[in-house]
């Protein structure tokens, strides 16, 4: 699939990374994410048909403890930067109708 | 004189012969933040009071017992503010709890002491992508201090920290220490617990130094160091003591010169400071070896895909319910995230999100990130087949002394490119550090310029050992702005 290819449609990715945007932030970061991802084309010079992805420079796998409950915050502790709580909770705008 | 100027190591002489207290050192501090925050914006906040309280209460028998380090704003300490640089957590989020690398340094005796100013979430190379202050370069001040461990940096460089912390993602430790003159360390990714840093790419991010000379380097990687079970990416591996690499010779070590890093764009006195570097070295018995890292030309692509697409993922926590800035008034929930993360974020911040966002998602992963990924692993073996033949690898840290501010402000792409030599370490997961090398001239003022050693997975001990090797014979240790 050719890199440098269709517009990007960039209400919808601000949508996805729910972002508002102005009109003029969209023609903005359109263009520039056009470019930057034009510059990506030189990855096109390389075969990288059978090479194996790297997700992690260090092979460190599986990193699993044992299924027993510990210490950890206090719900005063865990509310403490809330923007707004109520009875010990988070309280945000209605999310279900 | 201030015992701001001093280095952790002349400061421990003299805390252990009771010479001196730990407040007297915080008093000085705090006299040259007072005098010199104004102009440098190193820092973003300092709390003197709570550090001074600490400082009385340090164990001078500890090995850093009693000195304070100033910590990058990206990293927590509890009831300090941890703003990232960003208005997103800004108003008013205090951090409940320590980062381990705050825990161990605190066991350690160190006193955390003061907030540095950084690009937005890490995000940058200049720290003009702060959204709440601006710091300037201690060797001219309209010029920027390198980023986005900007304010780290140029605290240790104008002598208003003893000693900092930063983070590094694709080169925010070294490229500032470069540009101010000062020593940045990054360790092996997974030697220090990523536990409390606020991530960007988690895959690349690694907590280091920032100081005055490789000694104190050394001195406080004895104590970031350490498996972490909160990090399940930390390793499990013995912390040598790092301060055995110092003052040992080089005689017959292999040294390599990749050569797609000696090119024509850099700047003529990045390129005649690090072939004045390599000279002394060879001096020092080195055996300097031409060789290739082929696929280096892919490293700034590869790295542009894979940090946003991460810290799409990373950024997604702020959504303004349990922490951080929330929108005035949202008419539903989707309201609320749209607008409280649009009005939180800065441009840098948001165009990394759309173009973490865009490569991962439906139709575009395999072209993109997939295709990232594989790249990475190309340049990891270049290193592994380097690393066969020579001990380190040197090159320059950064193609340029430091910009003037607002040079590269319109231009996102060419910013990219700055981070050409230091992206590939990251990408590795390989340690490296910058030692200043010497100087350029601009318009009558003398800017830093860095040489980059980068080591073997896990042997920072012959990555340290080179660096003071050679900042003993540069004539560049413990440099000060004028």
């Given at each position: 699939?050719?890199?440098?290819?269709?517009?990007?449609?960039?209400?919808?990715?601000?949508?996805?990374?729910?972002?508002?945007?102005?009109?003029?932030?969209?023609?903005?970061?359109?263009?520039?994410?056009?470019?930057?991802?034009?510059?990506?084309?030189?990855?096109?010079?390389?075969?990288?048909?059978?090479?194996?992805?790297?997700?992690?420079?260090?092979?460190?796998?599986?990193?699993?403890?044992?299924?027993?409950?510990?210490?950890?915050?206090?719900?005063?502790?865990?509310?403490?930067?809330?923007?707004?709580?109520?009875?010990?909770?988070?309280?945000?705008?209605?999310?279900?109708? | 004189?201030?015992?701001?100027?001093?280095?952790?190591?002349?400061?421990?002489?003299?805390?252990?012969?009771?010479?001196?207290?730990?407040?007297?050192?915080?008093?000085?501090?705090?006299?040259?933040?007072?005098?010199?925050?104004?102009?440098?914006?190193?820092?973003?906040?300092?709390?003197?009071?709570?550090?001074?309280?600490?400082?009385?209460?340090?164990?001078?028998?500890?090995?850093?017992?009693?000195?304070?380090?100033?910590?990058?704003?990206?990293?927590?300490?509890?009831?300090?503010?941890?703003?990232?640089?960003?208005?997103?957590?800004?108003?008013?989020?205090?951090?409940?709890?320590?980062?381990?690398?705050?825990?161990?340094?605190?066991?350690?005796?160190?006193?955390?002491?003061?907030?540095?100013?950084?690009?937005?979430?890490?995000?940058?190379?200049?720290?003009?992508?702060?959204?709440?202050?601006?710091?300037?370069?201690?060797?001219?001040?309209?010029?920027?201090?390198?980023?986005?461990?900007?304010?780290?940096?140029?605290?240790?460089?104008?002598?208003?920290?003893?000693?900092?912390?930063?983070?590094?993602?694709?080169?925010?430790?070294?490229?500032?220490?470069?540009?101010?003159?000062?020593?940045?360390?990054?360790?092996?990714?997974?030697?220090?617990?990523?536990?409390?840093?606020?991530?960007?790419?988690?895959?690349?991010?690694?907590?280091?130094?920032?100081?005055?000379?490789?000694?104190?380097?050394?001195?406080?990687?004895?104590?970031?160091?350490?498996?972490?079970?909160?990090?399940?990416?930390?390793?499990?591996?013995?912390?040598?003591?790092?301060?055995?690499?110092?003052?040992?010779?080089?005689?017959?070590?292999?040294?390599?010169?990749?050569?797609?890093?000696?090119?024509?764009?850099?700047?003529?006195?990045?390129?005649?400071?690090?072939?004045?570097?390599?000279?002394?070295?060879?001096?020092?018995?080195?055996?300097?070896?031409?060789?290739?890292?082929?696929?280096?030309?892919?490293?700034?692509?590869?790295?542009?895909?894979?940090?946003?697409?991460?810290?799409?993922?990373?950024?997604?926590?702020?959504?303004?319910?349990?922490?951080?800035?929330?929108t005035a008034s949202a008419s539903d929930i989707l309201d609320h995230y749209f607008s409280s993360r649009a009005e939180g974020f800065?441009?840098?911040?948001?165009?990394?999100?759309?173009?973490?966002?865009?490569?991962?998602?439906?139709?575009?992963?395999?072209?993109?990130?997939?295709?990232?990924?594989?790249?990475?692993?190309?340049?990891?073996?270049?290193?592994?087949?380097?690393?066969?033949?020579?001990?380190?690898?040197?090159?320059?840290?950064?193609?340029?002394?430091?910009?003037?501010?607002?040079?590269?402000?319109?231009?996102?792409?060419?910013?990219?490119?700055?981070?050409?030599?230091?992206?590939?370490?990251?990408?590795?997961?390989?340690?490296?550090?910058?030692?200043?090398?010497?100087?350029?001239?601009?318009?009558?003022?003398?800017?830093?310029?860095?040489?980059?050693?980068?080591?073997?997975?896990?042997?920072?001990?012959?990555?340290?050992?080179?660096?003071?090797?050679?900042?003993?014979?540069?004539?560049?240790?413990?440099?000060?702005?004028?």
């Amino acid at each position: 699939m050719p890199m440098s290819a269709p517009a990007i449609d960039i209400q919808k990715i601000a949508t996805l990374a729910r972002l508002k945007l102005t009109s003029d932030e969209a023609d903005l970061y359109q263009a520039q994410l056009g470019k930057i991802l034009d510059y990506m084309d030189v990855l096109e010079r390389y075969d990288l048909g059978g090479v194996e992805p790297t997700a992690h420079a260090m092979p460190v796998h599986n990193v699993l403890r044992a299924d027993e409950s510990r210490p950890s915050f206090s719900r005063d502790e865990a509310l403490s930067n809330a923007p707004k709580s109520s009875h010990g909770q988070f309280q945000i705008p209605k999310v279900v109708e | 004189m201030s015992l701001a100027n001093e280095t952790i190591a002349s400061l421990r002489r003299r805390l252990a012969k009771r010479e001196i207290t730990s407040s007297d050192i915080v008093r000085d501090i705090a006299s040259a933040i007072e005098s010199k925050n104004d102009t440098i914006g190193a820092y973003l906040s300092w709390d003197v009071d709570a550090a001074i309280s600490e400082a009385n209460k340090a164990d001078t028998n500890s090995p850093l017992g009693g000195v304070p380090i100033a910590i990058k704003d990206n990293i927590n300490v509890t009831g300090q503010p941890c703003t990232c640089g960003s208005k997103i957590l800004a108003e008013n989020y205090r951090a409940p709890y320590d980062a381990t690398s705050i825990k161990q340094l605190r066991s350690a005796g160190a006193v955390p002491f003061g907030r540095l100013n950084m690009d937005e979430f890490a995000m940058g190379s200049s720290t003009e992508n702060s959204a709440l202050g601006v710091t300037r370069n201690p060797w001219d001040t309209d010029r920027i201090p390198g980023g986005s461990s900007g304010g780290s940096a140029s605290s240790v460089a104008s002598a208003t920290a003893i000693a900092a912390l930063g983070s590094d993602t694709g080169g925010s430790i070294r490229q500032p220490a470069a540009l101010c003159g000062v020593v940045g360390l990054k360790p092996t990714y997974g030697r220090v617990s990523r536990y409390g840093l606020v991530a960007f790419a988690s895959s690349l991010d690694q907590i280091g130094t920032l100081t005055k000379t490789v000694e104190d380097s050394a001195l406080l990687l004895n104590h970031l160091c350490g498996h972490d079970p909160r990090d399940s990416t930390s390793l499990n591996e013995a912390v040598p003591d790092f301060t055995s690499a110092l003052g040992r010779d080089i005689k017959g070590l292999r040294i390599g010169l990749p050569k797609e890093y000696f090119i024509s764009g850099i700047h003529p006195a990045v390129a005649a400071s690090a072939q004045a570097a390599i000279r002394q070295l060879e001096s020092l018995g080195a055996h300097i070896e031409e060789i290739s890292l082929p696929h280096t030309d892919a490293g700034v692509s590869t790295y542009y895909i894979l940090a946003p697409a991460e810290a799409s993922a990373n950024l997604a926590r702020f959504d303004g319910v349990r922490y951080g800035h929330r929108t005035a008034s949202a008419s539903d929930i989707l309201d609320h995230y749209f607008s409280s993360r649009a009005e939180g974020f800065g441009p840098e911040v948001k165009r990394r999100i759309l173009l973490g966002t865009y490569v991962l998602s439906s139709g575009y992963y395999d072209a993109y990130y997939l295709k990232a990924q594989r790249a990475r692993t190309l340049i990891r073996r270049d290193f592994e087949q380097a690393f066969e033949k020579v001990d380190v690898i040197i090159s320059p840290t950064a193609p340029s002394p430091a910009h003037k501010m607002g040079e590269l402000k319109n231009n996102p792409l060419q910013a990219y490119l700055e981070d050409v030599f230091t992206i590939p370490a990251n990408l590795a997961g390989l340690p490296a550090m910058s030692v200043p090398s010497g100087f350029a001239e601009e318009e009558g003022r003398k800017l830093p310029v860095g040489i980059q050693i980068i080591g073997k997975s896990l042997d920072e001990m012959t990555m340290i050992r080179v660096a003071h090797a050679f900042e003993q014979v540069s004539g560049l240790a413990h440099l000060s702005a004028p």
